[in-house]
């Protein structure tokens, strides 16, 4: 197949580096900076003790205007949340077929801006499990590999043989909106403390009281699901399902095994909303945003879920000082409390 990789950060790189690794066609188009480093030196997946160079891939820096990928091709979304509109309408004004655009962006609401710019046909919903970071650009590395969601459609077998040719464990879903929902509690946990507190998400989960920030977070995005007529499901690697039912255990019987899992999923990986600090924006809209409006919509609760909205927010947008935020548990351990967070002491 041929696959144009649609922003070639760490999840763009990764799987296109696989492709490309398995002899698939492969264009990346990439920043400058991201670009001039895969012309010079290759890709570089590094993953344990090992890394290797993968090569023979065209890049690109902007979309060409008459953009023609073939018949038996794909284009791989993976952009931040905050930037799927333009790719969307980019993508709607230069591909001259109705190619596949996998949509591997997190958080929801991604695949209906997508749709809303070209045939709904076109749009494979997917979600990566597998742990991948950007260590500088052209260099990514694995911290743990699990596998690739797809939901089911007129693309998808053929996708799941691409990339199942590259060695990557390949799921189908034929409830597209219960995979993408059932990655936002993987998403969510642990990241927006993480971000606010300048924390690893460990020390986040070791906090009792911000871990109970954390759980009732979790809890609010499951009943969401729920209420919305969404089942969780398993992901690739991750059990979902078990998370779904531990996390309303008592916080005695659920914190020790939840930290853990919180802790070593991530391998070295620091959490996404790292990123948007100092950027001025965030995914954060797109996750536990998305649990908020919907919680309103179907008349359920979500105070803590709108608590580490509201202080992400205010902190990418620079609301405050970083030094306001930064190793500051009480600040936002008190914001919690004050929206009524059940449990928060």
Request: net charge positive; with cysteine.
């Amino acid at each position: 197949m041929r696959f144009l990789i649609y922003g070639s950060g760490a999840v763009g790189g990764y799987l296109g580096g696989r492709l490309a690794e398995a002899g698939h066609a492969v264009s990346f188009l990439a920043r400058p900076a991201t670009a001039a480093a895969l012309r010079q030196q290759g890709l570089h997946l590094e993953q344990g003790s090992t890394s290797r160079t993968i090569g023979g891939f065209d890049v690109l820096t902007e979309l060409p205007a008459d953009l023609d990928l073939g018949d038996d091709a794909a284009v791989l979304l993976a952009v931040r949340a905050f930037d799927c509109a333009a790719a969307a309408d980019a993508l709607r004004q230069r591909l001259r077929r109705p190619t596949p655009v996998v949509c591997l962006l997190n958080g929801i609401g991604n695949e209906e801006t997508l749709a809303a710019a070209m045939s709904a046909a076109q749009v494979v919903p997917a979600t990566l499990t597998t742990a991948v970071d950007v260590r500088s650009p052209g260099v990514i590395r694995i911290e743990r590999e699990r596998g690739l969601g797809l939901a089911r459609g007129p693309a998808a077998e053929r996708l799941a043989q691409a990339f199942r040719q590259a060695n990557l464990t390949v799921r189908l879903y034929d409830d597209a909106a219960a995979m993408k929902w059932s990655k936002v509690p993987t998403n969510i946990v642990a990241n927006a403390s993480s971000a606010i507190l300048e924390w690893t998400a460990g020390a986040v989960m070791a906090h009792p009281s911000l871990y109970r920030l954390e759980v009732e977070s979790l809890r609010e995005t499951f009943r969401v699901m729920r209420r919305a007529g969404h089942a969780p499901v398993d992901l690739p690697g991750v059990p979902v399902r078990w998370l779904a039912r531990g996390v309303f255990l008592p916080p005695w019987a659920s914190r020790p095994w939840l930290s853990r899992a919180v802790a070593g999923g991530r391998g070295d990986k620091r959490p996404s909303f790292h990123r948007d600090l100092g950027r001025g924006r965030s995914e954060v809209g797109w996750l536990n945003g998305a649990v908020v409006q919907h919680g309103e919509r179907l008349g359920l609760p979500t105070p803590a879920n709108r608590v580490l909205l509201q202080v992400l927010l205010e902190r990418v947008e620079g609301g405050d000082k970083p030094s306001a935020w930064r190793d500051r548990p009480d600040r936002l351990i008190e914001r919690g409390r004050r929206a009524g967070v059940p449990g928060i002491q």
